[in-house]
């Protein structure tokens, strides 16, 4: 065999253990990627906005709106280290008011507050209240009017130190082409069933196993597309209703990449205390989406 030929399969073979290496150097930098992700999801949902320290959604009726731990109230928290009487929320057509009952300090932005206009429907101000430990706010879904109650030091705090989830492949990064939509929103219900039209400026064409699929995206104002969707895994080892997944807008040729590994629960999953979308009909794809994070208990 001449030199020349031993010598060019000699580079054969090292450009290709080079091509090797580089692709399992690739794949190990992507799955530090997934699992930094992973330890940032906890971290958001243990974080003081988060959603495991909900401890009450409270809905507001109009009128007075007593808020204690005894019975008498007409929102009870019952918590050992809640006053019987903390204060009251005075409800009318377009604003709620907040009065501190005497003895109580309820503040807000380290400050005593003894009166407050906590929501008015002209202003996008949405200051959040606090006595002690406990923090709560004013949410507003369509016609109704509530309070979201949070404990910062809820015993679910503790208990949430990892979610499940399906092994990390790196195929499941998937190339897609976007698709502007002729209509500027679609129809989205969440688990009140109350149904909104949300601004969605397209949606997101891919395949899998060569069959073509489409999800509708939101814009909701964060630089990415948000999606929800279905597949065939809920309910079964995923979420009963779906999953979230926020993806990078398109490039100037319309592509981005969906990247189902960091598929995540919606808050409804951690708490009864949320109000989450639930996907609609055109984004529950008929197969199993085995990739990002399974259900919680599961």
């Known amino acids: 065999m001449k030199l020349g030929f031993r010598l060019l399969i000699l580079f054969c073979f090292i450009l290709l253990a080079q091509q090797e290496l580089d692709a399992q150097v690739s794949k190990r930098a992507y799955k530090k990627e997934i699992v930094l992700w992973d330890t940032k999801r906890i971290d958001a949902l243990k974080a003081a906005n988060g959603w495991v320290n909900l401890a009450g959604l409270f ?59 906590v929501f008015h429907s002209d202003s996008a101000t949405n200051p959040s209240l606090s006595y002690n430990t406990f923090k709560w706010n004013v949410i507003k879904r369509e016609n109704k009017i509530g309070i979201r109650f949070r404990d910062l030091n809820s015993p679910a705090l503790n208990a949430l130190t990892h979610i499940n989830r399906y092994s990390i492949d790196p195929k499941c990064n998937i190339k897609a082409v976007f698709e502007p939509s002729l209509y500027s929103t ?71 990449y969906i990247d189902f590994n960091k598929a995540f629960n919606p808050p409804c999953a951690f708490t009864t205390f949320a109000t989450c979308p639930i996907p609609p009909k055109q984004n529950i794809l008929p197969i199993d989406i085995s990739a990002g994070e399974k259900s919680v208990f599961h």
Do not use: C
């Open 59 to 117: 809905w507001l009726k109009e009128g007075k709106n007593s808020f204690g731990s005894d019975s008498t109230n007409d929102i009870i928290f019952s918590h050992l280290d809640f006053p019987k009487y903390l204060g009251a929320f005075s409800v009318t057509s377009n604003k709620v008011d907040w009065v501190t009952a005497e003895g109580n300090d309820v503040m807000v932005k380290g400050k005593k507050i003894q009166h407050l206009t």
């Open 186 to 256: 679609i129809a989205i219900t969440n688990v009140l069933g109350q149904t909104t039209q949300q601004q969605s400026p397209g949606k997101l064409r891919f395949s899998i196993n060569n069959v073509s699929y489409t999800l509708d995206a939101l814009d909701e104002g964060t630089g990415d597309l948000f999606v929800i969707f279905g597949d065939n895994t809920n309910g079964l080892e995923t979420y009963d209703t779906g999953r979230f997944m926020y993806v990078p807008k398109p490039d100037e040729n319309g592509i981005t």
